[in-house]
């Protein structure tokens, strides 16, 4: 949280006061009133809690975590209109927080939101506690839905605005669809994060992956193409 400069020990889900703690908070939706830091904290703990207790997202009640955090049901109702939401905080609070872009360059922009979701699927093999709440969620169509909503779709909408925005600097071919590049620059490091999660996921794979892919997509110079030669085909068949 905000003002809590403690070191940060990364054990995965031995300490899952870290990984709420550790995290700047991320703004999310106005809710009523000024909010209370400690409050918030010890709520987002409350979740952590449980789920280090084994229990599974669909058992978690408002209820049960109001008693556990120490609040009453109407404290956690100021804040968050369902659980759904607050799920998605307690899930943020935990991951890398969004990235700040340089805005020096294309380039360097997608350099930085590729590093994030680096550095998300790193914390989400070392805790326990993640990988199974990211395995949860997409059984729940509701708090899948939410974490689309609030989380997903906005990193989308950044990444394709970083794209058009470079179509309009000139540094990327304006024929190229921006939504499907989208999906091929974030691609490979999704497929190394979730779908093998025994890749490495080393220092400089954010780079190299969009240098490799950024070669073939740079604006050209139709004066400095050649035309390509046709085989040459015999008028005469033997």
Do not use: C
């Given at each position: ?151 997903i779709a906005p990193r989308r909408r950044l990444g394709m605005e970083v794209l058009l925005r470079g179509q309009t600097n000139g540094e990327l071919r304006e024929d190229i669809d ?53 085989p040459i085909v015999s008028s005469t068949a033997s």
């Amino acid at each position: 949280m905000a003002g809590d400069n403690r070191p940060r020990t990364q054990k995965g889900s031995s300490d899952v006061s870290s990984l709420a703690e550790g995290q700047p908070r991320q703004a999310g939706p106005a809710r009523g009133r000024p909010r209370s830091e400690a409050v918030e904290r010890a709520i987002v703990e409350g979740v952590m809690k449980l789920l280090e207790e084994g229990v599974p997202l669909a058992e978690l009640s408002i209820e049960r975590i109001a008693r556990t955090a120490g609040v009453g049901k109407a404290t956690i109702y100021r804040r968050w209109s369902g659980k759904e939401e607050l799920f998605v905080d307690v899930i943020r609070s935990a991951e890398p927080p969004d990235p700040e872009l340089p805005g020096t360059s294309m380039r360097d922009d997608l350099v930085v939101l590729l590093e994030t979701l680096r550095q998300r699927g790193l914390v989400s093999r070392s805790s326990v506690i993640l990988h199974n709440v990211h395995a949860q969620m997409k059984s729940s169509p509701k708090i899948w839905e939410a974490y689309h909503n609030l989380v997903i779709a906005p990193r989308r909408r950044l990444g394709m605005e970083v794209l058009l925005r470079g179509q309009t600097n000139g540094e990327l071919r304006e024929d190229i669809d921006v939504e499907l590049l989208n999906d091929i620059f974030v691609g490979p490091m999704l497929l190394r994060s979730v779908m093998r999660p025994d890749a490495d996921l080393p220092d400089g794979l954010s780079e190299q992956i969009v240098d490799t892919i950024l070669q073939g997509l740079r604006p050209f110079d139709p004066e400095d193409l050649r035309p390509v030669s046709s085989p040459i085909v015999s008028s005469t068949a033997s």
